[in-house]
């Protein structure tokens, strides 16, 4: 099987805001849960994400074909962000 980069990228968005879900709750994870956060993989594949990705016109730098990860990419960043309790947490979560 080939490696999808945009699935993998949205199986790490979920497995990433489940586990934020799971630190806010301080719960275990469900047999789902589980089975999402199993399928985390890394970034190592998706380098495009340390991008900036802030805004829309951060797609003009880019490059083509990393383009269809722009919006995913986005997603990502404003999860990290709004589950950090500052920058420098935010900056510490994406190192």
């Known amino acids: 099987m080939a490696f999808n980069r945009k699935q993998k990228l949205r199986d790490n ?3 990433i805001r489940t586990a ?3 630190d806010k709750e301080q719960r275990i994870p469900t047999a789902r849960e589980r089975l ?3 399928r985390y993989c890394g970034f190592g594949g ?3 994400i340390l991008n900036p990705a802030k805004e829309l016109t951060d ?3 880019w490059a083509k074909s990393d383009l269809e990860l722009f919006a995913p990419t986005v997603e990502l960043h ?3 962000r709004e589950n950090s309790k500052d920058e420098t947490e935010y ?3 994406v190192d």
């Open 13 to 15: 968005i979920e497995a």
């Open 46 to 48: 998706l380098k495009c």
């Open 36 to 38: 999402l956060l199993e």
């Open 20 to 22: 934020f879900v799971l």
């Open 78 to 80: 404003r999860l990290i």
């Open 91 to 93: 900056k510490r979560f």
């Open 59 to 61: 797609a003009v730098h």
